[in-house]
């Protein structure tokens, strides 16, 4: 199972207000996650980001900005409402180490995994053989 998966099964009741608004990328390296995500139009301020757990949650919301003027609106496209994403990871990660950046529409949230769940090499060392 995808992390991608488990996200969409964990979220059936959050709504996102377009196609493209909180569409979302998970990747994994070796020390962490990176998680970027759509959010069209709306200011960082306006993007409230946490994590408990193995649990990542990105909730943003977007104020109708329309201008109330005399004109009748024929067609509206542009994203208002509010929009959110919830990522359970399958390993461990580290809360404090998270670091969220906006830029272009784009939320890029770095998600170190915690030392524990960090793979560790082990030396390998030849024995020496004991004369006895």
């Known amino acids: 199972m995808?992390?991608?998966?488990l996200t969409n099964r964990l979220t059936p009741h959050l709504q996102r207000?377009?196609?493209?608004?909180?569409a979302i990328d998970v990747r994994?390296?070796?020390?962490g996650y990176t998680v970027h995500m759509v959010v069209p139009g709306i200011a960082p301020?306006?993007?409230?980001?946490?994590?408990v757990g193995?649990?990542?949650t990105i909730q943003?919301?977007?104020a109708d900005a329309a201008e109330q003027t005399e004109s009748r609106q024929h067609l509206r496209e542009f994203v208002v409402g509010r929009v959110a994403r919830r990522i359970e990871?399958?390993?461990?990660?580290?809360?404090?180490?998270?670091?969220?950046?906006?830029?272009?529409?784009?939320l890029t949230v770095r998600v170190p995994k915690s030392a524990?769940?960090?793979?560790k090499r082990i030396a390998v060392t030849t024995s020496m053989a004991s004369d006895a």
Not at 2 to 5: L, S, W
Not at 116 to 119: K, L, S, T
């Open 28 to 31: 994994e390296d070796g020390e």
């Open 45 to 51: 301020e306006q993007i409230e980001v946490t994590v």
């Open 2 to 5: 995808t992390i991608y998966t």
């Open 89 to 106: 990871f399958p390993l461990a990660v580290d809360g404090d180490g998270v670091v969220a950046q906006s830029a272009h529409g784009i």
């Open 17 to 22: 207000t377009s196609p493209s608004a909180g």
């Open 60 to 62: 943003a919301e977007q």
């Open 54 to 56: 193995r649990t990542l």
């Open 116 to 119: 524990a769940a960090q793979p």
